[in-house]
């Protein structure tokens, strides 16, 4: 599969978003990845359905939606209506909401169907559901803030969704969010993941051109 980059605008300049977004977009970027934190699932606060509507109106690329919130389900209708193509959740967000019948849900919206584990879940945690996806999320860092360090052991759970792909013929990409920069992109790339999520190694860097390049292995990476 080929690797598709999705900038994440949490690491952007807020005050300057539809330039950021656009300047993505005209960098290279496959998706925009956008953060929504609700300060329950996790301990920090992003923003809602009002500021993925604003990333609509200012890029045509795909908006990937990464939901850490606690009720997923319940504020699914609204990330639709702003006008998401895909949407993820967690699946340790079980609690409070049937894992099955969200991804159903957001399966009848007509957006890409995607099912996230955090840095501490297990892979078999999301196994009943491979199934039923587009998009499997192995966090690599745990959920909730930006400008994190990779954590190495995830990409054993990569490899497993890898191998699942493989052998029953599943065809969900797998992305990685969370420290990812051309180094760490590389490793995961070799485990199986095809979608890089990257905020500071683009959003933080002065060339974003070069930054998506690098991340999907175009260049070589810059030494340690
Ligand atoms: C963390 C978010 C990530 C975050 C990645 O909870 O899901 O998408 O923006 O940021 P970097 O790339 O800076 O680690
Ligand atoms: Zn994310």
Redesign the pocket.
């Known amino acids: 599969m080929p690797s598709l980059i999705a900038p994440?605008?949490?690491?952007c300049d807020f005050a300057r978003l539809g330039e950021e977004a656009a300047a993505a977009e005209k960098a290279g970027a496959d998706w925009l990845?956008l953060?929504v934190?609700d300060g329950h699932f996790?301990d920090?606060i992003s923003f809602g359905p009002a500021v993925v509507a604003a990333v609509r109106k200012r890029t045509s690329l795909p908006l990937d939606v990464?939901l850490?919130i606690a009720r997923p389900d319940h504020f699914l209708p609204r990330f639709v209506q702003a006008g998401a193509n895909r949407i993820t959740v967690h699946v340790e967000s079980e609690a409070r909401h049937d894992v099955a019948a969200t991804l159903a849900a957001i399966r009848a919206a007509g957006c890409g169907v995607g099912l996230c584990v955090n840095a501490d879940t297990p892979f078999e945690a999301a196994e009943p559901f491979l199934g039923d996806i587009d998009l499997f999320l192995v966090?690599?860092?745990?959920?909730?803030?930006?400008?994190?360090k990779?954590i190495a052991e995830n990409m054993s759970k990569v490899a497993a969704a890898a191998d699942r792909r493989r052998h029953e013929g599943y065809s969900f990409h797998i992305q990685v969010?969370?420290?990812?920069?051309a180094q760490t992109a590389a490793e995961a790339r070799s485990h199986g993941a095809d979608v890089f999520?990257?905020?500071?190694?683009?959003f933080?860097q002065a060339d974003y051109v070069a930054a998506i390049r690098a991340l999907r292995g175009e260049t070589a990476p810059a030494p340690l």
């Open positions: 994440s605008i949490l690491a990845h953060d934190m996790v920090n990464h850490m966090m690599t860092v745990h959920a909730g803030f930006g400008g994190q990779f969010d969370g420290g990812i920069n999520v990257a905020g500071t190694s683009v933080g």
